[in-house]
């Protein structure tokens, strides 16, 4: 005899199940993915494949360097030994180097660009009879890092205020930085007569040193004072040192590989006082670079639209939960799926759920099941999510207060309608954005492990017999609304989609430093996904989407952006439905009020295009 395990017999029971469980705490959750996520760290090494070509696009070093002839010098002043010069060069359109330069007063021995705050070192080494060009590094101070004609200033570092923005362009301030090396490389490889030419780097140009010299065959010999991106762990350095991918195919061992013989010390002589430090333009500095990036903001709207054209919407799928998102390494653990009673909610029972996804990985969540469920029926069924720092049973249950407020007990709602719901619990409470450090560094975000959590959950939705595997659908705010955006689109399972509190003009929304409600003044530095403007954002997601059904929900009040904004990228999807025959499949809903779920618009939706 055939056993199948009826909700609706559950239900019919609640009360005779005893206490109301709830599943383990979101701490433990993150505490579990911090633990799995060091694991895949220690067992990074295995794997890797270092390549400078790799190297290259992690660091975002990939535009083309202006030519020139030589810098512009200006006379400083002079030991007994070199001169030196004010120098100022061109690296990129419109981003300049500036330092000092060095010039021996008798023939030279080695050429060598040195990357240092520390200008006793260049001295050192131009005591030494070394030609040497020292440009400055943007610092760590954060004088620049706002907008006065905002009132925003912030307390990010100068090198954060760079890296936020350039992340999601595919940019680094190590790639910026190594440019300007490597600008500085192309002269003294343009003169006569020709000589071995170095790097020199300690402090914030170590790396940059190591960088530089994996990316550039005619450097002849690299020291690089201190370096190391292992010790400490990258996921506990500054921020401005997260770099995507990089310990899934370098280490501290691979990089002294492919210097080989290269790597080691320089020769420097005794240090002459010469009074001269350089005249630093932070500055000036600092906006090229926020300048330059913004135009590459701009002008990534166009690359998406070029690449949507001739990759298609599967190919771009792909390469976004390749390139952006990043997958978890399999297998998946068994879901080892425990669920016990939770609350009646008269109309419907709640069942706190929770699964297995990988070792220390689970996920949970809520299952509000009708109590009118006949045998053998099938209904649909809707996941709903919460935003930052809420939790699952947001949703349902709620008396008065905040998460009344927000979340207006839309699943409840949903139940008392006759659908079948699941409230999914997210990591994103309270101390979690260090998943996002040490997700990165392998390739992965943080959208990797709620992507891995939800595909366990919904292969196991799809077998319970009361569900209708052919009507899932898809309510996310906020939080949510990235999720509706990253992981129910991909699945094809999913009829339809609204995205509440969250669609936007993405990428402008991450970068911009003329709009108050730009990411560049929050510190939920774990939004940044990198070269994500490169390849989709909001609504080539959505597009994606088609043609299932998708919706947004946005409040004229919503601080997240404005309608302006909204309305622009939402008109990309409008005419992609339309133009495929497929106008029925989407809308936008506006409502007078802030951010929080709205209702009406979004269940009528759902019930339409879940024929319910």
Not at 110 to 137: F, H, I, K, Q, W
Not at 234 to 241: A, C, M, N, T
Request: charged share 25%.
């Amino acid at each position: 005899m055939k056993t199948v395990y009826l909700w609706f017999v559950l239900a019919a029971t609640a009360a005779a199940q005893g206490p109301a469980s709830a599943p383990a705490p979101v701490e433990e959750m993150v505490a579990g993915m911090t633990r799995y996520l060091q694991k895949l760290t220690a067992e990074s090494a295995a794997g890797r494949k270092p390549t400078p070509e790799k190297l290259r696009r992690m660091i975002g070093a990939v535009d083309e360097r202006v030519p020139f002839q030589e810098p512009d010098l200006r006379l400083r002043g002079e030991t007994a030994v070199y001169r030196v010069f004010a120098a100022r060069w061109p690296v990129l359109d419109g981003v300049t180097a500036e330092g000092l330069y060095y010039q021996p007063k008798t023939g030279a021995r080695m050429r060598v660009v040195v990357l240092s705050d520390n200008v006793t070192r260049a001295r050192a080494l131009a005591a030494a009879g070394c030609e040497v060009l020292a440009p400055v590094l943007i610092d760590t101070k954060s004088t620049y890092s706002g907008n006065p004609a905002l009132g925003l200033q912030t307390e990010q570092p100068h090198r954060e205020w760079i890296y936020r923005m350039a992340f999601p362009v595919g940019r680094h301030i190590y790639g910026y930085e190594v440019e300007k090396a490597l600008a500085a490389v192309d002269w003294f490889a343009s003169k006569q007569p020709a000589m071995p030419i170095a790097v020199y780097g300690e402090g914030e140009g170590a790396a940059e040193a190591v960088f530089a010299g994996v990316l550039d065959a005619r450097i002849a010999k690299i020291e690089a004072r201190g370096f190391s991106i292992e010790s400490p762990a990258l996921w506990q350095q500054p921020i401005y040192r997260n770099v995507f991918g990089l310990l899934r195919d370098f280490g501290d061992a691979e990089f002294a590989a492919l210097l080989g013989a290269r790597a080691g010390q320089l020769p420097v002589a005794a240090v002459l006082p010469d009074n001269m430090e350089p005249e630093i333009h932070m500055r000036q500095q600092v906006w090229e670079l926020v300048d330059y990036t913004q135009r590459l903001v701009a002008a990534s709207e166009n690359v998406r639209a070029a690449l949507w054209k001739d990759a298609g919407p599967k190919k771009v799928a792909e390469k976004f939960l390749d390139e952006v998102i990043g997958r978890l390494p399999g297998p998946a653990s068994a879901s080892n799926v425990r669920r016990a009673f939770h609350q009646d909610g008269g109309q419907w029972v709640a069942y706190s759920i929770q699964f297995d996804v990988r070792p220390e990985v689970f996920g949970s969540g809520y299952l509000l099941v009708p109590k009118d469920l006949k045998p053998g029926e099938k209904r649909p069924l809707v996941v709903v999510q919460h935003g930052l720092n809420g939790l699952a049973d947001v949703y349902f249950g709620q008396k008065e207060g905040r998460g009344l407020e927000v979340y207006r007990n839309l699943g409840a709602q949903l139940a008392d309608l006759g659908f079948i719901v699941y409230s999914a619990q997210n990591p994103t409470v309270g101390e979690f954005r260090h998943l996002a450090r040490l997700a990165n560094p392998l390739g992965l975000s943080l959208y990797s492990l709620i992507r891995a959590q939800y595909e366990t959950l919904t292969d196991w939705l799809v077998t319970l017999p009361e569900v209708d595997a052919t009507r899932l659908g898809f309510y996310g705010l906020s939080y949510g609304g990235k999720t509706a955006l990253r992981v129910p689109v991909f699945d094809e399972r999913y009829r339809v989609v609204v995205c509440g509190g969250d669609f936007n003009e993405w990428i402008r929304k991450l970068t911009t430093v003329d709009e108050r409600y730009s990411y560049m003044f929050t510190k939920e530095y774990e939004i940044l996904e990198w070269n994500m403007g490169h390849v989709a954002s909001h609504a080539e997601l959505a597009m994606i989407m088609a043609p299932r059904a998708f919706l947004v929900e946005r409040g004229h009040r919503d601080g997240v952006g404005k309608d302006e904004w909204v309305a622009y990228e939402y008109a990309k999807v409008r005419r992609f439905y339309e133009e495929a025959g497929l106008g029925e499949q989407t809308r936008i809903a506006f409502f007078n009020g802030p951010h929080r779920v709205d209702g009406p618009a979004a269940i009528e939706f759902l019930r339409k295009m879940l024929g319910w």
